[in-house]
Nanobody
Framework: QVQLVESGGGLVQPGGSLRLSCAASGSIFRINAMGWYRQAPGKERELVARISSGGSTNYADSVKGRFTISRDNAKNTVYLQMNSLKPEDTAVYYC??????????????WGQGTLVTVSS
C-alpha cells in the first residue's frame, strides 16, 4: 500500500506565497512522475504541475511563472512553491504519484488534499 501525506495548505493573502509538500511512502518500487492537481468549488479537477522522475516539468498555463514544482527523489517527496497567489488559486490541492508498486503492478496514488485559501 502507498500513502501520500500532504501539508502546507492554509490561508494566505493575495500576492502571498505558500509551499506545499507531499511525502509518499509504502510499497513503492519506482516513481515515474509526481504532480499536483486542484479542485475549486464548482469546478473540475485540473492539473497544476507535474514533474517526471527525470526532472521534466509541466505547468498549467494559469500558474506558469508563479508556481514551481520540485522533488526530492531520495525522500519520495514533491513540493509546490506557490508565489504571487491569486484568489482564483483557492482550491483543494491534491498530490498524485504514478509509477510501479512492488510486484510490478501499476501505482497511482492520491493524497488526502490540502486546502489553499487566497483571500484578503
Amino acid at each position: 500500500q502507498v500513502q501520500l501525506v500532504e501539508s502546507g495548505g492554509g490561508l494566505v493573502q493575495p500576492g502571498g506565497s505558500l509551499r506545499l509538500s507531499c511525502a509518499a511512502s509504502g510499497s513503492i518500487f519506482r516513481i515515474n512522475a509526481m504532480g499536483w492537481y486542484r479542485q475549486a468549488p464548482g469546478k473540475e479537477r485540473e492539473l497544476v504541475a507535474r514533474i517526471s522522475s527525470g526532472g521534466s516539468t509541466n505547468y498549467a498555463d494559469s500558474v506558469k511563472g508563479r508556481f514551481t514544482i520540485s522533488r526530492d527523489n531520495a525522500k519520495n517527496t514533491v513540493y509546490l512553491q506557490m508565489n504571487s497567489l491569486k484568489p482564483e488559486d483557492t482550491a483543494v490541492y491534491y498530490c498524485n504519484v504514478v509509477g510501479v508498486a512492488y510486484g510490478l503492478g501499476p501505482l497511482d496514488a492520491w493524497g488526502q488534499g490540502t486546502l489553499v485559501t487566497v483571500s484578503s
